[in-house]
């Protein structure tokens, strides 16, 4: 049997490049975001970059290619004079969702663009990176912002773009590895659920919209919010406890889930959280490191809204709002917490010392995404940014194991649709008091 | 040509029958509920009565049965004694959607029932009606809580009976009337839209739950809610203002819309409010008297939420959320307004003398259908009414032209799917202060 | 429980009526067919007669109108100077797939037409044939040939008509009966299949259009085929023997299976004929009287063509030819047999006295449905009746047990497309020699 | 604008190696067949080699992999002791549609298999044909005439992958051309038709199945046809020719159709043969030399059964039978005409000196594809080739310019349904004498 190329370490040089907010200069953050993309994809081939394994997840390749069309339209086109535009067929097929930039490539065909090829991809992220860099020192504030924007944006494929790929690996059935990871050494389980109560009364929750910080328009404006007295668990659900929720019939029973939840169920046939599998008669589950044995002592990932809320339901409680949510997270400083460019593999990792909200897994609140009050989108084509999907979805809050460190915060706002499963999703409950 | 039948009048005796609020006893609200039905189906033909027209709507003989089979199993059959059943192969037939009832007609194959007959059904009515009648001055608190229910499920599904043939009236390419109407009297245009300005704070908003009014379970608990300064408008959008939305292209740009609305209008090729056609270059509207020329002073109605929210975009507002529309509406009357009992034809009809804010039309809310903090669903089959139904769908409040009056009342919150138009859905705007 | 009205006993006046082209004169026979018709639809509810149970099904009273349309626009429209059409807009509910006679209402939709109701079309078929038997003697030739091809499409429809009640009333959880038929008496299982020898050569099949016998345009023009030696069995298969192929896994090997019947049979499920069910252990179908126990000695019915192919291949033989079948048939009397006006139920029987080939099941020939040689279309609207469906599908032979008697002939092609069975379809063997 | 890498040119070796039926031995057929996968192979990336662009079509891989397991699998796995498989894991990626040969990967996921690359599925190719020419000389005769079969089967997906990667290319906005192609000289346009006259009678078709020359089991066995007096074409239609259609509204006429044609063309918005579009006013074609205008002296190609049959509909004649093809193509060397391995490029060419019956487009014929009388399936996995196929598609004769020289004759039955048209397609008309 042939020797498969066995799967490369995580770059180490990454670690470092994942970090860029510690830097001053925006140069610096420029240069390190979009390394830092290049680094992620470095394992693949030109192949893996070009598949597009559902309408919901775009091609390795798509997400190169668009965080740069983002930075070449937004800046360079717009606000740097003699710019020379790298393919005038290119936004067509790499504009994402912007109705306002015209015509797109219909996203579910998005995995046909064979051509141009990942290589050519790479010239064109070193085309315009020269350009935009060269460029800064002299650009308009209103053009640093949208450079700053795109910063954010890339780091939000970047997590796309691992999730996507492990999503395409998965259809695989030889179950490729991207990176290869160390033997885990067991842990200790984490002990039962802690609860924080509050007491309830007017918080405020919110992005500011301050200078120095910066935040997704939909995060703001900070506004008050009315909590009711309740309390919010100290961790998030583990392996080992949604394995107990199956084991006492969790997907079978129809009293635990909402209607649409339940119709998920039958129609797709679900009986377990995304990449799990039965080998043996015991629970793997498939990651960036191919398939490995469950480890209970693990936050529980790749479930749904309905699957969360239906767990929830099964424990007697709830899921929290996304304003208890913030208002718990808000004392705890975003930047620790297993993200992206810790040292290990990427995945979710049993945690000792919480109570910890950053990090790991999404965590599905009982909210739905909708506008906060005083919300308005920034006008022009940037502005479609948020506001337009603010229908059908829930809001997410804390990052992932596959959020850049430094991305994450308490006021972000995540948003999926309830079926949708394939980030490293989780579950965090609450309950009143 | 032969000439159809003419369409009868809508019945006068009905008209009395439809205010069964107005009745002291439980005896004579039962038997008022209960005639209603029958006199909203007394123009049916079987056909007509059997009929699905789409999955989101059931027949007229299908409502018919299952409000009565509600009465027969969660009162008859669990609390009367000696109870014999109908027959025991209809509840599989006549269940809508209580899992915990057991195995279920699938909901797409009820149109497939011809047989029992409409007048089958009607001698189950009658059956089911003689033994709750005479059962109800013996039955226990609990099952007399039961009955109330099934008087508010019974009005739920006569405002469902009557858009459901509505629907299915408009899929005849000979757009039969259900019942004729006298010839309109025009009217005056209603004056500009006013602003009711409220200065923010905490509301008490919900049900309390006393014992003396009814209200379904996801209208409490009564709580606090937070408001923001904000004004909402004191009418609601006419169909004249709507035709200038159409006139200024709102259906054709994506701008205004939420982008699951805008994707639905592509789709489907929506370019109006359902059931409205051009002919000769006039807007027309089919009813349930036919086709009739649009009348410009009348509210807008069948416009789903993405039309709404796009509405209100388009016209630099938005929509209220329940919580501004409770605050507003609490003062108002509910017993006011164009109900289904009213002595003209069920439509929304122009207002001369407003604020006023029960009948005519329901109106989408910008709130997602989500529980209240501190919500639990009642125990048993029951409690599946309507907690489960909390993802993906959008609140209402008001009540419209196919309610019967003494239904509505402020704090009720109705539910659809933001695609969803074919009830008498309208729109008030709101906007921040 | 309350006893629904007993199913009616098959009306003996029908009977009489089912023998149409026993009487000399073109008067009687539009009379006779006519009737018999209406007497197919006696039994039926407005609600019975209004609902379309899939696509490939009508209602009842699209049945009785459509045939009506036909020679209301193709006998007197055309025809019949000063003839007053019945209903100007019914053109539009009734034409089948006439392209060349204008728009159509959607033929998924044709159960949404409530009204006009079953009464009203009885009206019309009334007007018409008022119209059509007053007209008769003064009619053009070329007229009275459309009235001849009338009454042969209006029993096309009177079996249409019986088979999608049938498939309407297997789609009730109930499970009517349309007619109640006599408790069975035991018979004999037949002997073992004989096999009728053929030497080959060139026979001559096909109608040839002799003025005084009707055919079909697709059934000439007559003209040589050749066979090779084959034979062909003298009875088809029974309901004991389709038992013993499921019994040995028939459905469960793809061996036996054409891939395109393979895929069928995994994507719909299928594991019995259609109409087939287990209960307590032993197989019964449900027929025009309801659900009984199976007779092992009758012939199967209800299977598609991919199911007699894979039967044929399990038995290592294969489907006749069309042209070896109507060789072997040329011989027999086509007015012998079960057919539609029998004096018992609608539904095969078992045979003492073989080899017949005509009645009881529609049998599948391995002939895909294509032109003959010198075939050509009549011109006009009425051309379109066979010609355009020559693609895709499979030619039966024979009638069956819902054919009127005198409609089958040697000569006569049905066809079907493969996966199609709710028809009485059945399987003749053939084998090579 | 950056320029990418020129499209290369066909390349030269590959023309000699494309004659492979020239060389005498067993050894060289082999190599020259798998060679000539290589070369049609090697323009493409790793990802243009990976993806699938519909149901219909697979990856090049795909190809490349699954025509290597066949050997593997029914040659050096069943005939070669100690042969090691080269990866156990690959037959269930690799198997198309053996049912027996075991579980296989689901059709329409064969895009997502990114690993193993294209250069590893160079290695697989390597490792077999290193162990299937040694084995070569010691192979029985049941064993080499397996090989043989191998190397006609590979000779057919040699068509599909250049045909695939056609419809691949085709999807991508960039229309990408596989080759280069020399500037068209202007030709003379071909005469009007002529017609080749026959007077009918006895005639022998199909396969002989003599040892010397191949044939698959489906062009067996050799019998007796009955031709009826008719004309068939001397050549096939033009592009010139399939234009006027147009212009004369020829997708717009449901007369001409048959009607799931009229029902294709309408859903499918199809107004003219894949792969055409206007610019400026202009028929151009998309091929494997990238966009071009059309060559109205050419054969049309890439159109469907329906169209094929409309437009001999439209020209008031119709399609030849597969016997009518087969005895007037009986004369001519199938080794002469525009193969894959001519000089040009793969694209149908204008012709001068006909009638000729090889090369160019496959012939859509009227006859459905049934087997012939006498036919067997082979026993055993391999026999799954052809009969089960047999079903729902026509007849295709004569070879086209995608097809390697030597893979043609007068009996070879290729089959697609009527919808299909992404290979070289085209049409021959016939008519009735």
Chains 1, 2, 3, 4 share one sequence.
Not at 90 to 99: G, T
Not at 193 to 215: L, P, Y
Not at 234 to 262: K, M
Request: charged residues 25%.
């Amino acid at each position: 049997m042939p020797k498969a190329a066995p799967a490369p370490a995580k770059p180490a040089s990454a670690s470092t490049a994942r970090s860029p907010n510690d830097r001053s200069t925006l140069h610096d953050r420029v240069a390190g975001v979009r390394s830092l993309s290049l680094a992620l994809a470095a394992p693949l081939s030109d192949a893996d970059a070009t598949v597009q394994s559902m309408i919901d997840a775009s091609p390795a390749k798509w997400h190169l290619a668009h965080t740069t069309w983002f930075f070449e339209t937004f800046v360079l086109r717009d606000h740097v004079a003699g710019y020379r535009q790298h393919d005038e067929r290119w936004p067509f097929l790499f504009n994402s969702y912007y109705e306002a930039e015209g015509k797109r490539h219909a996203r579910d065909r998005r995995g046909m663009v064979t051509r141009p090829t990942l290589d050519e991809v790479r010239e064109y992220r070193a085309h315009v990176d020269a350009a935009l860099l060269a460029a800064l020192p002299t650009l308009p504030d209103a053009a640093r912002d949208l450079v700053v924007l795109g910063c954010h944006h890339e780091e939000q494929h970047q997590e796309l773009l691992v999730t996507d790929i492990l999503h395409l690996f998965a259809e695989n059935p030889l179950e490729p590895a991207l990176w290869r990871a160390p033997r885990k050494v067991p842990v200790e389980m984490p002990g039962p659920i802690g609860w924080i109560a509050h007491d309830g009364g007017v918080v405020e929750i919110g992005h500011g919209g301050s200078a120095e910080d910066f935040a997704f328009d939909c995060e703001g404006p900070r506004h008050q919010a009315l909590l009711l007295p309740h309390a919010i668990a100290d961790r998030t659900v583990t392996n080992g406890e949604w394995a107990a929720f199956i084991a006492d019939g969790g997907y079978r029973d129809p009293r635990h889930w909402l209607s649409d939840g339940w119709a998920w169920v039958k129609a797709d046939a679900i009986d377990a959280p995304l990449y799990w599998e039965q080998v043996d008669g015991a629970w793997t589950r498939f990651g960036l490191d191919g398939r490995r044995a469950l480890d209970p002592a693990a936050p529980v990932t790749h479930v749904s809204f309905y699957e969360a809320d239906a767990y929830a339901s099964w424990a007697g409680v709830r899921l929290p709002t996304e304003a208890e949510w913030e208002a718990a997270a808000a004392g705890h400083d975003p930047r620790t917490g297993n993200f992206m460019d810790d040292a290990g593999p990427v995945e979710p990792r049993p945690s000792v010392d919480r109570p910890a909200f950053f990090g790991d897994v999404w965590e599905w609140t009982g909210s739905a995404y909708r506008p906060y009050p005083g919300f308005t989108p920034v006008e022009g084509a940037v502005g479609e940014y948020n506001g337009k999907f603010m229908s059908g979805q829930f809001v997410l809050r804390g990052g992932s194991c596959a959020t850049p460190r430094g991305h994450a915060r308490a006021s972000y706002r995540n948003f999926f649709y309830p079926h949708q499963r394939w980030q490293f999703t989780g579950v965090r409950l609450a309950k009143d008091l």
